[in-house]
């Protein structure tokens, strides 16, 4: 099992970037899958999960309003629309995705890295000022 992350790269504050990731080797059409980040020198940080397509979507406090999480179960990939990118978002983005289905998949769990059983490789976001 793969999660491939991909899309991140250097933008300007203000601007806006897509991250993907895509799943090889199982299908995560019914699991949660999600979006964290860390920072040099930080501990990591949850941005975003998705409890399944067209599903209760989560965000952390510092990404609400800007960023969007959506997925596409058909190519097994999720989403992460950036907007107003703030220098402070600048880290490395991964992604995430839980190996079956919670039925009471909720706020607590979305951010909690350490449910999470697989992980992607990471794409560097970096945003100037």
């Known amino acids: 099992v793969q999660l491939q992350a991909s899309g991140g790269g250097l933008v300007q504050a203000g601007g806006s970037l897509r991250l993907s990731c895509a799943a090889s080797?199982?299908?995560?059409?019914?699991?949660?899958m999600g979006w964290f980040r860390q920072a040099p020198g930080k501990e990591r940080e949850f941005v975003a999960a998705?409890?399944?397509?067209?599903?209760?979507?989560y965000y952390g406090d510092s990404v609400k309003g800007r960023f969007t999480i959506s997925r596409e179960n058909a190519k097994n990939t999720v989403f992460l629309q950036m907007n107003s990118l703030k220098p402070e978002d600048t880290a490395v983005y991964y992604c995430?995705?839980?190996?079956?289905?919670?039925?009471?998949?909720?706020?607590?769990?979305?951010?909690?890295?350490?449910?999470?059983?697989?992980w992607g490789h990471g794409t560097l976001v970096t945003v100037s000022s």
């Open positions: 995430a995705a839980y190996s079956q289905p919670v039925v009471s998949f909720n706020t607590y769990l979305a951010g909690d890295f350490r449910k999470y059983d697989y």
């Open positions: 998705i409890r399944r397509s067209g599903g209760n979507t």
């Open positions: 080797g199982r299908t995560f059409s019914t699991n949660p």
